[in-house]
């Protein structure tokens, strides 16, 4: 059984990441003009939609009272690098009725994670309002949505999520918060499989070698290390809607510096709410594509967003409101690299509103250059409409019967 077991972990990581990452995007401005016209498109819709908002992934759904009996349309409203995130789209419903974690290898039906582990896709929902206090990290397996809508639904006080060599993962309308290390142990990821864990990080959503995951509309806050961290050559995705709080180092994109499969990463950060009690790391990113577009910043103490190795960083409509201490007013990091290096990174900062003395370094080829072209085209909402793109920022309160 050890023996078996090692010999199926080294495949896994010898081969894993080619079985579910998805090629990137050759030109990802075509990507962040998509992004700009459906942002316009809801916005066009304004006059005729009384519950719209101008924000084109709210304005897919949440108009249907009906949302209830139609769940999965949820997985047609993405936008962005993780557009293609159809989680359990395809599969049954499945309802999750005990929120014990008992078992991390034998979980029960019923639970969370008997639901997350299984090898068909699958849409997942709660039965009622319930806290989640996972013993060991709930690893997913792929096509798998988690749906809170309609329960007021924790994942809190244990380890939290881990997406790690899978795709098509959907994590909608939860509350994640406290976040800890879970520990040496086996812990199951598929029905067929189990296998030994070391200690994990105690991020929210840890993103591993994934692709195609879409995390919307949760409240994150006071986890160990990152809300949400992408690295290992994660791609394909879109971190939207979400309520960020209390939290020293909010979101790493990037595994390390020497990493270069991260240069494939491709993510959108689209209408979340940076709220209080953040430190840095909105996001901090390595090598790839980041589009941030039209989200709201209200706190941080050193900075707001940061990268090294030369990522390329698109920052489009967002409101950034810098803290009242004189020495703390940039949003922006270059981090381990002088000058002469991170003034060829391609930062750019067009159409942001700046408050409070707020200030964002630009370097490389700039809002004119062929660079940011395709994307200069079609221009992100204004910044002033920021309140309303992220007013319904974080898990949502969905009643059945009523719009949500």
């Not at 519950?51 to 409203?77: M, S, Y």
């Not at 067929?192 to 994990?200: E, P, Q």
């Not at 879409?214 to 994660?234: E, F, P, Q, Y």
């Not at 510096?257 to 979340?272: R, Y």
Request: net charge neutral; hydrophobic share 35%.
């Amino acid at each position: 059984m050890h023996f078996t077991f090692l010999f199926c972990l080294f495949i896994v990581l010898l081969v894993g990441p080619s079985f579910t990452l998805s090629s990137p995007v050759q030109d990802p401005e075509l990507v962040v003009h998509e992004v700009h016209k459906s942002i316009n498109a809801s916005r066009r819709k304004l006059s005729f939609l009384s519950c719209g908002t101008g924000n084109p992934i709210d304005d897919c759904w949440r108009c249907d009272k009906n949302w209830e009996k139609n769940r999965q349309r949820l997985a047609d409203c993405a936008i962005g690098f993780g557009k293609n995130a159809i989680g359990g789209k395809n599969g049954d419903i499945y309802v999750v009725t005990d929120s014990k974690d008992d078992d991390p290898v034998n979980p029960k039906p019923g639970t969370l994670r008997y639901g997350v582990i299984q090898d068909e896709p699958l849409w997942i929902i709660f039965e009622r309002d319930m806290v989640i206090q996972l013993r060991e990290e709930l690893m997913m397996n792929s096509f798998k949505t988690i749906d809170g809508r309609g329960a007021s639904v924790h994942i809190a006080g244990g380890p939290c999520i881990t997406i790690q060599y899978v795709t098509n993962i959907i994590i909608h309308g939860v509350n994640i918060h406290d976040c800890k290390q879970g520990g040496n142990t086996n812990v199951r990821d598929s029905p067929g499989h189990y296998g030994y864990r070391t200690i994990s990080d105690g991020d929210g959503v840890s993103i591993f070698g994934g692709s195609h995951v879409w995390v919307d509309h949760c409240s994150l806050s006071n986890c160990n290390d990152g809300l949400i961290d992408a690295i290992r050559g994660s791609t394909a995705i879109t971190i939207s809607n979400n309520y960020m709080t209390h939290h020293n180092k909010v979101m790493l994109l990037g595994h390390s510096d020497t990493f270069t499969q991260d240069k494939n990463m491709q993510v959108t950060i689209a209408f979340n709410h940076f709220g209080e009690g953040l430190v840095q790391r909105m996001p901090r990113c390595r090598h790839g594509y980041f589009h941030v577009v039209n989200n709201d910043y209200t706190h941080w103490e050193m900075y707001a967003i940061g990268g090294s190795a030369a990522p390329t960083i698109n920052s489009q409509g967002n409101r950034f409101l810098a803290p009242n201490g004189q020495f703390d007013k940039e949003v922006t990091k270059h981090e381990d690299a002088p000058e002469d290096e991170w003034r060829r990174w391609n930062w750019r900062s067009e159409g942001d509103l700046m408050l409070n003395g707020a200030y964002f370094t630009t370097s490389g080829a700039g809002a004119s250059s062929g660079s940011y072209a395709k994307a200069s085209s079609l221009g992100a909402r204004s910044s002033t409409m920021v309140s309303s793109l992220t007013g319904g920022a974080g898990a949502l309160i969905c009643r059945k019967g009523s719009k949500c």
